[in-house]
T-cell receptor, first 113, second 113 residues
Framework: EAQVTQNPRYLITVTGKKLTVTCSQN?????MSWYRQDPGLGLRQIYY???????DKGDVPEGYKVSRKEKRNFPLILESPSPNQTSLYFC????????????FGPGTRLTVT | LAKTTQPISMDSYEGQEVNITCSHN???????ITWYQQFPSQGPRFIIQ???TKVTNEVASLFIPADRKSSTLSLPRVSLSDTAVYYC??????????????FGKGTKLSVKP
């Protein structure tokens, strides 16, 4: 089954404790991206990757890191999480950058205390 | 990427036709118009895309006037399960290189019995 998976689905952590949210797709997609969703603010793009080893900032990249060493994986790294990063995070992928149909993962609900 | 403007929310009743309009005054010649649907606690999913005139699929219709400065997503005979947030995006097109995507806040549609 074609899908985007994220892990963990739920995470509660404390300020400053480094964490990684994994994202994997099995569709051989070139393009992958991360979004965060907050009440009243909609869906905002954090980082995106056009292909392996090619990443770029979205609208809200501060406090996040990403890497794209393999085509299928695009982990999101929070080196020193803060409470304002409490949010619902989505990973997405598409055939290539600019392709209209993106496939989204199930989401990761992160709480930073 | 052209900025879009949508109503924050809309209410409807089961069985009615719902039309959600999106304004995109700065749409570029190569831009397509794409709509996504998001149910609570799920990632958005693609529903329809168009360039001009009218596009119809099994889920919705998309009407685009000649000047392309706006578009209308039409959902025929909505049911309770159509309660969701609907996002209008402009700029995605097949073969394009657009990396940074802007979903915005979307339109929250509430369908009542």
């Amino acid at each position: 089954e074609a899908q985007v998976t994220q892990n963990p689905r739920y995470l509660i952590t404390v300020t400053g404790k480094k964490l990684t949210v994994t994202c994997s797709q099995n569709m051989n997609h070139e393009y992958m991206s991360w979004y965060r969703q907050d009440p009243g603010l909609g869906l905002r793009q954090i980082y995106y990757s056009m292909n392996v080893e090619v990443t770029d900032k979205g609208d809200v990249p501060e406090g996040y890191k990403v890497s794209r060493k393999e085509k299928r994986n695009f982990p999101l790294i929070l080196e020193s999480p803060s409470p304002n990063q409490t949010s619902l995070y989505f990973c997405a992928s598409s055939l290539r950058a600019g392709y209209y149909e993106q496939y989204f993962g199930p989401g990761t609900r992160l709480t930073v205390t | 990427l052209a900025k879009t403007t949508q109503p924050i929310s809309m209410d409807s009743y089961e069985g009615q036709e719902v039309n959600i309009t999106c304004s995109h005054n700065n749409i570029a010649t190569n831009d397509y118009i794409t709509w996504y649907q998001q149910f609570p606690s799920q990632g958005p999913r693609f529903i329809i895309q168009g360039y001009k005139t009218k596009v119809t699929n099994e889920v919705a219709s998309l009407f685009i006037p000649a000047d392309r400065k706006s578009s209308t997503l039409s959902l025929p005979r909505v049911s309770l399960s159509d309660t969701a947030v609907y996002y209008c995006l402009v700029g995605l097109y097949y073969g394009g290189s657009q990396g940074n995507l802007i979903f915005g806040k979307g339109t929250k549609l509430s369908v009542k019995p």
